[in-house]
């Protein structure tokens, strides 16, 4: 091999060092040290008026018993195959019809459950129950038991939608994935509803409690104080150019995240709110709670309605606009980007 032909030289190098299972980082840099971020993932939404009827078609695809989580996956346009909106995060629909239970486990992933529609059913979590209402978010902590029920027609129960929000794929990066089915269908309810809000709810916490949980007491926060939180900011002339008026679910024990992966926000945008663009490298996605308007997610233009939901990858520029009064809710992985030093948003 002559030294006048450094590419075949160099080509001759490279089948040496890769059977000894090593690469030049020289021909790979500008990949893994980009200028800026690149994300995999697009900007999408997924139309609730278009999908809602797929959602009920899956009661009679499917039993709750049968599917342990009767679930259409949202699946992020740029990241087929991976079960993942973000990819950090993953989401679901999940249906509940009256009469269902869905059957008692636990699993180190994290989730949350945003209700979208209907109500009257419930979700247990470590011996106590909630009644689910539309807009409330609730927690399953990482390794607790949780089931989910619904009462009869008789009793007055009816089909029930929410979001679920995991840090699945993250959790499938660590390796660090685990579950455990319980032995009966439902867990013993041991608390009455209403008691981790009770102790937790009022900016007060029990005199000798102990943090030992990074994960927030509470884990039913209803729509209903949401809603009032974000009426009164705005009637006391709170409203910010970029996101209206926008509050982040906290732990109350800490001040920090409700989840030590998952960050989760609700915002009011007035009618006729046009927003200002901005940019964070948290990947986010929103669900829409009333309302209507317009998401541009870097060039495109999504219109929302009511129960949509559409996400905005790391780095995308996103300007909100309301056509009426909206309320959106929303969960990134912001917690580990700042725990990590990597959060960096930019306010055009």
């Given amino acids: 091999m002559t030294s006048n032909n450094p590419s075949a030289l160099r080509a001759a190098y490279y089948e040496q060092i890769a059977r000894q299972r090593m690469s030049p980082l020289w021909e790979s840099l500008h990949n893994l040290v980009p200028k800026k971020p690149q994300p995999k993932a697009q900007p999408a939404i997924w139309k609730y008026a278009q999908v809602r009827d797929l959602v009920m078609q899956a009661g009679s695809i499917i039993s709750a018993e049968e599917a342990v989580r009767r679930v259409l996956v949202l699946e992020n346009p740029g990241l087929q195959g991976k079960s993942s909106i973000t990819p950090n995060l993953y989401a679901g629909l999940q249906l509940i019809l009256p009469g269902e239970i869905a059957p008692s486990h636990r699993h180190t992933q994290s989730a949350l459950r945003f209700i979208v529609e209907g109500k009257g059913a419930w979700t247990a979590v470590n011996g106590e129950r909630t009644t689910m209402h539309p807009g409330d978010f609730i927690i399953t902590p990482s390794w607790t038991w949780h089931d989910h029920g619904n009462p009869?027609?008789?009793?007055?129960?009816?089909?029930?939608?929410?979001?679920?929000?995991?840090?699945?794929?993250?959790?499938?990066?660590?390796?660090?994935?685990?579950?455990?089915?319980?032995?009966?269908?439902?867990?013993?309810?041991?608390?009455?509803?209403?008691?981790?809000?009770?102790r937790f709810g009022h900016n007060m916490v029990p005199v000798r409690h102990r943090v030992s949980d990074p994960t927030s007491p509470i884990f039913s926060y209803p729509y209903e104080r949401s809603r009032e939180a974000l009426d009164a900011l705005y009637r006391n002339g709170e409203c910010d150019d970029w996101d209206g008026v926008k509050l982040?679910?906290?732990?109350?024990?800490?001040?920090?995240?409700?989840?030590?992966?998952?960050?989760?926000?609700?915002?009011?945008?007035?009618?006729?709110?046009?927003?200002?663009?901005?940019?964070?490298?948290?990947?986010?996605?929103?669900?829409?709670?009333?309302?209507?308007?317009?998401?541009?997610?870097?060039?495109?233009d999504f219109e929302f309605s009511?129960?949509?939901?559409?996400?905005?990858?790391?780095?995308?520029?996103?300007?909100?606009?309301?056509?009426?009064?909206?309320?959106?809710?929303?969960?990134?992985?912001?917690?580990?980007?700042?725990?990590?030093?990597?959060?960096?948003e930019q306010r055009r």
Wanted: hydrophobic share 40%; aromatic share 10%; proline share 9%.
């Fill in 306 to 344: 009511p129960h949509d939901v559409f996400v905005v990858p790391s780095w995308q520029p996103i300007s909100l606009n309301a056509t009426d009064d909206s309320v959106l809710f929303s969960y990134s992985d912001r917690p580990i980007l700042s725990a990590l030093n990597l959060l960096r």
């Fill in 248 to 300: 982040r679910y906290v732990n109350p024990a800490t001040g920090g995240w409700p989840m030590p992966t998952i960050a989760t926000f609700m915002q009011f945008l007035p009618k006729c709110f046009s927003g200002k663009a901005y940019r964070t490298t948290d990947a986010t996605i929103f669900c829409v709670v009333e309302g209507k308007g317009t998401a541009r997610i870097g060039d495109t």
């Fill in 152 to 198: 009869s027609e008789e009793e007055g129960g009816e089909p029930v939608v929410w979001l679920d929000g995991l840090d699945i794929p993250l959790v499938a990066q660590m390796d660090a994935g685990f579950a455990e089915n319980y032995p009966e269908a439902t867990q013993p309810v041991s608390r009455p509803e209403g008691d981790s809000f009770a």
